[in-house]
């Protein structure tokens, strides 16, 4: 009876995270959908300033995704005015005052205008006359950034030059004689207004919308307004496995000054926001740290109530070993799993030339990490950063200066799992903050090199050794696979190779060795396919078109052969391993000092 009850307990605890996991998820898309619709509502209607800066701090692209047909951001107002209408008899409220807005402080005043003015709209339009130019506080327009092009943009638009008239946002009076804002092609801007809304209307037509604005007597629109031509759109729904599946970056916080804003956005171009499409299964062996990783990132995400109290996930985690077995693919594989920020940082990334600008991009690096948390930090070639700190005068202070306080800001991680651990004695989260950490992982080559107070800090640290024989053998059947085909439809590899053989000639090859390996023997009947081509053209050249295989350029064809065994072992022969007999003890006697798995 205890088993039964037990093991509905752990079902129920895998039913509810499972649930929260599809609201989270069903969340998330939610806010990336509504993000498409207010781009392509801005680029629509000419705001290509906005929309590309809003398309820069999101990292949302209309050229990965777009909205689907006869859906916009107005068709969507519309129709929940006509549910709330319908559903509570009365219209929704959809803006307000701002609090700080005072009906005393004077108003811009506007040009006086040489013609006369248009009639006023009717008393029943429901354009709001709250609309005012957005560049008439003097701010500044910003430049936008380096991005993919948007979607439906005029090609006579340059997104790096402002238009001075009219102001984006402002009102745009037309009459009968002459428009005061021409559109770009000479097309129809869409209509902002439409009639009363019906409970289950569709999209009204352009024409209709067009004729709609012309009573009224105005459009509202942007400074690089165009009418965008209709697309063909895909409108089956956007699966998991698609672009839009893409980290959702939020705007950079306000650090105070415009010094540390700046910092921050050097460290946010390292922010991967595109899936690297590294599965676990892609990497053959080095089970010990897949576990360990997906226990430190995935585990206390998916199932946050067995993570709490002295069961907190590991704050810090170290890949060590040669080059070449895989422990870059292991952070790809974490990048393409985890549902965190994930930071790609290198020496590049944290050390400058000036003095304490160094300190405060480590400074700004973990409070970003922070910021986006959930968040995986993951610092390649470790050693060039952090290495052992050297006595007086031996080392620069600039230097050390940097390494104290990447130990600092670590330490603050730390302290963030032991006010964790004090709060989080019962079964369920105190705070959903709690379950959001910031984890770090490292790897290096050189481990031997790196200072002592930072392997503290990392508190697994785990040697990833050179691939064992299974290993090998899935990698030989991976990278030549028989089922392979060249841009011809040929197979590429023969289905007769004694993959078992060539795994036990592959004693001390890394990974990175073997698909080495097999790319020379892939490459064998490609030169002889060049050999025989070069061969021929240097022959037409000369004038000798009887010279050996030749045939007056008429009907001789050439195949390229299949990679047979004696390719893979002549590769074998040519290609010597990058790790040696010595470093390899090396490594295994520091992972007896100081290795922790």
Not at 314 to 340: D, E, H, I, N, Q
Not at 401 to 421: F, P
Request: glycine content about 8%; proline content about 7%; overall charge neutral.
């Amino acid at each position: 009876m205890m088993q039964t009850r037990e093991t509905l307990s752990f079902q129920n605890l895998k039913m509810s995270n499972e649930a929260r996991l599809a609201d989270e998820e069903r969340l998330e898309r939610r806010k990336k959908n509504a993000l498409v619709l207010i781009l392509h509502h801005l680029q629509a209607f000419g705001y290509i300033d906005s929309a590309s800066r809003l398309q820069s701090e999101s990292g949302v692209s209309l050229s990965h995704v777009t909205v689907a047909d006869n859906v916009d951001l107005l068709t969507v107002m519309q129709e929940y005015e006509s549910y709330y209408t319908f559903k509570f008899g009365r219209a929704p409220r959809m803006t307000r005052k701002s609090d700080g807005y005072r009906d005393d402080i004077a108003k811009p005043t506007r040009p006086r205008p040489s013609a006369p003015a248009p009639p006023k709209p009717p008393p029943h339009s429901s354009i709001s006359s709250a609309y005012q130019s957005a560049a008439d506080d003097g701010t500044p327009t910003l430049r936008p950034l380096a991005f993919p092009k948007l979607g439906y943009l005029h090609p006579g638009v340059n997104l790096g030059q402002t238009n001075s008239a009219p102001a984006a946002g402002q009102v745009a009076l037309k009459s009968k004689s002459k428009p005061a804002l021409e559109p770009i092609n000479g097309a129809k801007p869409p209509a902002t207004v439409s009639g009363p809304g019906r409970p289950g209307a569709a999209h009204d037509t352009v024409e209709s919308a067009d004729s709609a604005a012309t009573l009224m007597g105005m459009d509202v629109v942007g400074t690089n307004f165009s009418k965008p031509h209709k697309a063909e759109h895909d409108d089956r729904p956007v699966t998991p496995t698609s672009r839009q599946v893409d980290r959702l970056l939020k705007p950079l916080p306000d650090f105070g000054t415009s010094e540390l804003r700046d910092l921050a956005a050097v460290i946010s171009r390292e922010i991967f926001v595109e899936n690297p499409n590294v599965k676990w299964s892609d990497i053959a062996g080095l089970s010990d740290a897949k576990r360990l990783v997906q226990e430190s990132v995935i585990y206390p995400l998916k199932y946050p109530q067995l993570f709490t109290g002295l069961l907190t996930p590991w704050k810090g985690l170290l890949l060590y070993g040669p080059p070449g077995t895989g422990k870059t693919m292991l952070a790809r594989a974490l990048a393409t799993s985890c549902k965190t920020t994930f930071f790609n940082i290198s020496a590049s990334s944290i050390v400058s030339k000036w003095r304490g600008d160094s300190e405060k991009l480590v400074r700004v690096l973990f409070e970003l990490a922070r910021y986006h948390a959930p968040s995986t930090v993951f610092i390649d070639e470790i050693e060039s950063i952090m290495g052992q700190r050297q006595g007086e005068g031996n080392e620069h202070e600039g230097s050390r200066r940097m390494k104290t306080e990447l130990l600092v800001q670590i330490d603050g991680l730390a302290a963030g799992a032991e006010g964790e651990r004090e709060g989080g004695g019962s079964g369920e989260m105190q705070d959903p903050a709690a379950r959001k950490h910031v984890f770090l992982l490292a790897a290096t080559n050189m481990p031997w090199d790196l200072d002592v107070a930072m392997l503290r800090r990392l508190e697994k640290r785990i040697h990833v050794d050179l691939p064992s024989h299974d290993a090998r053998r899935a990698m030989f059947a991976r990278y030549l696979d028989p089922s392979a085909r060249d841009g011809f439809g040929n197979p590429i590899t023969s289905p007769y190779l004694d993959l078992d053989a060539l795994a036990a000639r592959t004693e001390g090859y890394s990974g990175a060795d073997i698909k080495l390996v097999c790319k020379e023997a892939a490459m064998r009947p490609v030169r002889e396919i060049m050999e025989r081509l070069e061969g021929e053209v240097n022959a037409v050249e000369q004038g000798q078109e009887q010279a050996d295989g030749v045939d007056g350029g008429k009907g001789k064809t050439m195949q390229r052969r299949t990679v047979d065994m004696g390719d893979v072992e002549d590769a074998i022969e040519r290609t010597c391993p990058s790790c040696d007999g010595r470093m390899s003890e090396k490594y295994a006697q520091w992972a007896k000092s100081f290795g922790s798995v």
